[in-house]
């Protein structure tokens, strides 16, 4: 019911932003949680941001804290992870899911085939 994409990855240096865009067709999506995670190659997949369907709610990985924002405008049923202060470890496919705004996976019932973003040294 709820198809997600996924935009915005790209290869950066370290100390530089990106922005991630998860982008939803269907309305439902605006009354929904919605969280990022990431999974870097040879890695289990990892929580980073969550925001739940008003915006008000929002949690984050410790690991990346006082670096990256979730936020979400649900005129445009989208939901973007701001990303600053990029770090060699931030490199993975990011992924967006939405059903929750948990820690966990398997709490998020829509999941974006993810776009990759790679941050060098």
């Known amino acids: 019911q709820v198809q997600l994409v996924e935009s915005g990855g790209g290869l950066v240096q370290a100390g530089d932003s990106l922005r991630l865009s998860c982008a939803a067709s269907?309305?439902?999506?605006?009354?929904?949680?919605v969280g990022w995670f990431r999974q870097a190659p040879g890695k289990e997949r990892l929580f980073v941001a969550s925001?739940?369907?008003?915006?008000?709610?929002?949690s984050y990985a410790d690991s990346v804290k006082g670096r990256f924002t979730i936020s979400r405008d649900n005129a445009k049923n989208t939901v973007s992870l701001q990303m600053n202060s990029l770090k060699p470890e931030d490199t993975a496919v990011y992924y967006c899911?939405?059903?929750?705004?948990?820690?966990?996976?398997?709490?998020?019932?829509?999941w974006g085939q993810g776009t990759q973003v790679t941050v060098s040294s």
């Open positions: 899911a939405a059903g929750s705004w948990a820690a966990s996976m398997n709490d998020y019932s829509y």
């Open positions: 269907e309305r439902s999506f605006r009354s929904i949680g």
């Open positions: 925001i739940n369907w008003s915006g008000s709610g929002r």
